[in-house]
Nanobody
Framework: QLQLVESGGGLVQPGGSLRLSCAASGFNLDYYAIGWFRQAPGKEREGVSC????????NYADSVKGRFTISRDNAKNTVYLQMNSLKPEDTAIYYC????????????????WGQGTQVTVSS
């Protein structure tokens, strides 16, 4: 079965850190750009970060620049999102998505989407 599986979410205090993982099952992530997105209750899904298939290019939403880092380990068929200095406004369900061509916006027709992992930042 071809799928993406996110993990690493949880409850963390403001200022804390989490590392999210996006693992591929049934296909090789080497050839895919991977995007991280998030959706908070009552809000639209927004782009957080994306990394190209080579890992040579990354981008970040302004709201997370300097705090989040995206990386990939093709040997482990996994992409990571390291989240530091977390804020309550980072609370959301985080999704990863894979596409053979580009890092696209949330409404882009990605080839695969994960089921999401909940991140809650609260004291």
């Amino acid at each position: 079965q071809l799928q993406l599986v996110e993990s690493g979410g949880g409850l963390v205090q403001p200022g804390g850190s989490l590392r999210l993982s996006c693992a591929a099952s049934g296909f090789n992530l080497d050839y895919y750009a991977i995007g991280w997105f998030r959706q908070a209750p009552g809000k639209e899904r927004e782009g957080v970060s994306c990394i190209t298939s080579s890992g040579g290019s990354t981008n970040y939403a302004d709201s997370v620049k300097g705090r989040f880092t995206i990386s990939r380990d093709n040997a482990k068929n996994t992409v990571y999102l390291q989240m530091n200095s977390l804020k309550p406004e980072d609370t959301a369900i985080y999704y990863c998505a894979a596409d053979r061509l580009v890092c696209g916006p949330p409404e882009y027709d990605y080839d695969y989407w994960g089921q999401g992992t909940q991140v809650t930042v609260s004291s």
